[in-house]
């Protein structure tokens, strides 16, 4: 079973930048897509960034298009978050996924993904 660790995350004035790290255990990384999903108290988890097995692709939510890039390095088995001009709304708990393995495509949908980190908190202050 392959266990999902975030790190990154904190208090953060808006403008401000973060950037989280997802360190994923196992010999198959690179077999399969990742990615990043929020949830906000007492809101739904969303879908926040995804990227391809290789790390060729990757799709964002319109509320970060343009301020978050996703990253990964397979040598190091380690997916990235990238958060630029936060804003108060951003502030959620972050969570990794995974897709199982051999599932190389980007999936938006929660229930698409197979393993899920522990979270970070991410808090944008006014």
């Known amino acids: 079973q392959v266990q999902l660790v975030e790190s990154g995350g904190g208090l953060v004035q808006a403008g401000g930048s973060l950037r989280l790290s997802c360190a994923a255990s196992?010999?198959?990384?690179?077999?399969?897509?990742m990615g990043w999903f929020r949830q906000a108290p007492g809101k739904e988890r969303e879908f926040v960034a995804a990227?391809?097995?290789?790390?060729?692709?990757?799709n964002y939510a319109d509320s970060v298009k343009g301020r978050f890039t996703i990253s990964r390095d397979n040598a190091k088995n380690t997916m990235y978050l990238q958060m630029k001009s936060l804003k108060p709304e951003d502030t959620a708990v972050y969570y990794c996924?995974?897709?199982?393995?051999?599932?190389?495509?980007?999936?938006?949908?929660?229930?698409?993904?197979?393993?899920w980190g522990q979270g970070t908190q991410v808090t944008v202050s006014s």
């Open positions: 196992g010999r198959t990384f690179s077999s399969y897509a």
């Open positions: 990227i391809s097995a290789s790390g060729t692709y990757t």
């Open positions: 996924a995974k897709r199982p393995f051999g599932w190389t495509q980007i999936a938006v949908h929660p229930r698409d993904y197979n393993a």
